[in-house]
């Protein structure tokens, strides 16, 4: 069984900055390809940025230039590095960890941590 448990949300002013940290367990971690969604209220859940096995990153438009995302392998934890934070950024973030063993798809989710912009 994966699990995921996120941390460093809170709340923060614009133009501010939070880092998030989500460490996984249960799984080879270097396998896996492991993104940040969020979702805000009445909103759908959206990704934030994704990284795969190989490193490669990708972004929604809306947080290119601010947010980085990265992994440390010997850590099981991947990260999200935000920067200039908007209020527009508020919402709940989700930490999820895909995989395939043997010819099955796999993906799982983490609690999810607050975080929240203040104008």
């Known amino acids: 069984q994966v699990q995921l448990v996120e941390s460093g949300g809170g709340l923060v002013q614009a133009g501010g900055s939070l880092r998030l940290s989500c460490a996984a367990s249960?799984?080879?971690?270097?396998?896996?390809?492991m993104g940040w969604y969020r979702q805000a209220p009445g909103k759908q859940r959206e990704l934030v940025a994704s990284?795969?096995?190989?490193?490669?990153?990708n972004y929604a438009d809306s947080v290119k230039g601010r947010f980085t995302i990265s992994r440390d392998n010997a850590k099981n934890t991947v990260y999200l590095q935000m920067n200039s934070l908007k209020p527009e950024d508020t919402a709940v973030y989700y930490c999820?960890?895909?995989?395939?063993?043997?010819?099955?798809?796999?993906?799982?989710w983490g609690q999810g941590t607050q975080v929240t912009v203040s104008s």
């Open positions: 999820n960890a895909k995989f395939v063993q043997g010819i099955l798809p796999y993906s799982y």
């Open positions: 990284i795969v096995s190989g490193g490669s990153t």
């Open positions: 249960g799984s080879i971690f270097s396998r896996n390809d």
